[in-house]
């Protein structure tokens, strides 16, 4: 099993280099990521030199985007939700930007968790508009709590790479069942489950060789294509529709 995930993560790193391309602006260096946002254009940050060491920003763009697409994120509630994803990944924001600063040596790390925070923020609010009540992530935190799941949100592992992941959700171990981590999906698609299947093998070497991983995909909007299923469970992911999410409940609530 390790080696054939050391090749996995040998092939994630080889597509990430082939796929970054690089253009100097002024004193700015844009990177071009093989990340797709939700319009389906690769996630673009920006870097520069500052005290002897980089800082990375998405210039406003995560943010920005959102709120151009009607998602409202003022009230107190998102706002929370907001940073305690952002704390998640040592992500700063200034303005509207997400950012972060580096050394030499954490660079990747660093770059990686801005990464991950505009992938996650991107998909956590989404469709959040101001005549949506709930957000998705809301909506499983709620039916965790009417069913008595007892749960410990925005918990980070560090994953045998280095790098960090956030998962939404994570059930602690019972005499009936393992621990169990969860990653919320508003917007299922080949790019979302890529990025959870990393997450996962990439940490599940690193925990007890029990635990699972659990993605809850939201298909209150549109069907979750078949392709997304196999692709999470070929990796041990067990994918819970949003819909059917009463037929998991007592392995997560045990």
Not at 78 to 102: K, P, W, Y
Not at 108 to 117: D, E, S, V
Request: aromatic share 10%; charged share 25%; hydrophobic share 40%.
């Amino acid at each position: 099993m390790i080696r054939e995930i050391q090749i996995l993560i040998d092939d994630y790193y080889a597509w990430l280099n082939d796929k970054t391309v690089l253009n100097q602006i002024d004193k700015w260096v844009e990177i071009t990521t093989p990340y797709l946002d939700r319009h389906n254009d690769y996630l673009q940050i920006y870097a520069r030199e500052s005290n002897g060491g980089f800082v990375l920003t998405d210039d406003g763009y995560t943010i920005e985007d959102l709120a151009h697409s009607g998602c409202n994120l003022e009230s107190p509630k998102r706002q929370d939700l907001l940073q305690m994803t952002l704390n998640g990944f040592g992500v700063q924001i200034d303005g509207r930007a997400l950012q972060v600063n580096a050394s030499a040596d954490n660079f990747a790390m660093r770059k990686h968790n801005l990464l991950q925070a505009m992938l996650a923020v991107n998909d956590m609010f989404y469709m959040a508009g101001p005549t949506v009540v709930n957000i998705f992530y809301e909506d499983v935190e709620a039916w965790l709590d009417l069913h008595d799941i007892r749960h410990t949100p925005k918990v980070k592992f560090t994953g045998q790479t280095g790098y960090d992941h956030l998962f939404d959700f994570v059930i602690p171990k019972s005499r009936q069942h393992p621990e169990r981590l969860i990653r919320t999906v508003n917007r299922p698609s080949r790019s979302t489950a890529e990025n959870v299947v990393f997450a996962w093998t990439d940490t599940k070497e690193v925990r007890t060789p029990e635990s699972r991983m659990y993605a809850l995909l939201n298909d209150s909007e549109k069907k979750v294509d078949h392709t997304v299923m196999a692709a999470l469970r070929n990796y041990d992911v067990k994918p819970v529709v949003w819909s059917q999410r009463d037929g998991s409940r007592m392995e997560l609530a045990a």
